[in-house]
């Protein structure tokens, strides 16, 4: 079975770092492209970053770009999301997803970021 987990959240201090990180079982990241989103109460779903397999090219939403970093560990079927100068609009639950090559969807669980002022 397909199981992706984040882990990592919880609260800090604006202005600090957290690094969250997707694990992944049942399934390697190898042609996958593997994604971090996040909600907040009220609001739609974003898309904040993803890293896509077939070519290691990356994305990152203009709201966290020059602050946030994906980054994989392969070895370990792992997909860390490192967060630096977090502001208090960064609060939301963040979760991973993984996208097949023949485009099937799956969600993990999310994790709960909170930024305090």
């Known amino acids: 079975e397909v199981q992706l987990q984040a882990s990592g959240g919880g609260l800090v201090q604006a202005g600090g770092s957290m690094r969250l990180s997707c694990a992944a079982s049942?399934?390697?990241?190898?042609?996958?492209?593997i994604g971090w989103f996040r909600q907040a109460p009220g609001k739609e779903r974003e898309g904040v970053s993803c890293i896509t397999y077939t070519d290691n090219s990356t994305y990152y939403a203009d709201s966290v770009k020059s602050r946030f970093t994906i980054s994989s560990d392969n070895a370990k079927n792992t997909v860390y999301l490192q967060m630096n100068s977090l502001k208090p609009d960064d609060t939301a639950v963040y979760s991973c997803n993984a996208v097949s090559p023949i485009g099937i969807n799956y969600w993990g669980k999310g994790t709960q970021v909170t930024v305090s002022s």
């Open positions: 049942g399934f390697t990241f190898d042609d996958y492209a």
